[in-house]
């Protein structure tokens, strides 16, 4: 005998709720993940955004070791805590290429680091746990409170070499530029628990 027309709807419905858990179980998490990719496109487009702004200003001779130049940097990082518990961290440093005469003025006999790159000022705001430079950290017994360093350190040591700056950007001899270097730690985009969808984001502008 033929099915019972209520019995023939309700495996229907059976049927279409199968379908239908099915269906979500492969675009729920693909829709999570639209949303992630969305929502860390804007975090690194506005971390891009601070970190220029605030690398022009260090081009420009702004003092970022002041209190009062480091607030109008928190202000601009409106969505980017810069506290020391935070998750940003920028990184500012000034790179300089040594010439003899420096060496000869600072008293530095040999002059060690002789056409190198070298770290002249260093500075980091927010939370210097979370990553370091990618061409050295200069130790800081050798950064005064205002972040400079001095010729008679910068000539003979070779810890203040910018490691793999070459590659970067190629000095003149008696040249200088100003680097910044931001990260920006994201764990709140990581919907999935992924590795490859939290994490963060590093960025950097030389002047």
Do not use: W
């Amino acid at each position: 005998m033929p099915a019972h027309p209520l019995v023939r709807s309700a495996r229907g419905r059976g049927s279409a709720l199968i379908e239908l858990a099915l269906a979500l179980s492969f675009a729920f998490p693909l829709l999570l993940g639209v949303g992630s990719v969305g929502i860390r496109l804007g975090r690194t487009l506005e971390a891009t955004e601070l970190t220029r702004d605030v690398a022009h200003l260090y081009a420009l001779g702004a003092d970022f070791s002041l209190p009062g130049t480091q607030a109008i940097a928190s202000k601009l990082s409106v969505d980017s805590s810069l506290s020391s518990t935070g998750k940003t961290v920028l990184v500012f440093s000034r790179i300089y290429r040594v010439l003899q005469t420096d060496c000869t003025a600072a008293g530095v006999n040999p002059c060690t680091n002789l056409n190198q790159p070298v770290f002249t000022q260093r500075i980091v705001m927010g939370n210097t746990a979370l990553r370091t430079s990618r061409f050295g950290t200069p130790a800081a017994g050798y950064i005064d409170s205002a972040g400079n360093i001095t010729a008679a350190n910068y000539c003979k040591l070779t810890s203040l070499v910018a490691t793999g700056f070459d590659s970067v950007l190629t000095l003149a001899a008696g040249q200088s530029t100003t680097v910044v270097e931001g990260y920006f730690a994201m764990p709140e985009i990581n919907f999935l628990n992924l590795p490859s969808s939290g994490g963060g984001y590093y960025v950097r502008f030389l002047y």
